[in-house]
C-alpha cells in the first residue's frame, strides 16, 4: 500500500475545501514466542495498522482515527 500517495490525496483533498490538514498512519506488528523446558509452548504474530486525519477550518478542528 502507498500511504505517502493516499497522504497526499487527503491532504489536497482537505486544502480543496479551503481548510489546513494533516494525515497520520501507524502500521505495526508483533511477534511472541513462550518457551517452556526448550519447547515452544506458543507462538503468535500480530499486525495493525491505523489513520488519523486533521483539518482546521476557521479556527475549527476536526479529527478522526480509524484502526484494523
Known sequence: MDYIKIAKEIVEKIASHGAQGDVYF???????????????????HAGS?????????????????TSD
Open 26 to 44: 501507524e502500521v505495526g506488528s508483533e511477534s511472541q514466542v513462550e518457551v517452556s523446558g526448550g519447547k515452544v509452548e506458543k507462538l503468535s
Open 49 to 65: 495498522k491505523g489513520m488519523g486525519v486533521r483539518a482546521i477550518l476557521d479556527g475549527k478542528m476536526g479529527y478522526a482515527y
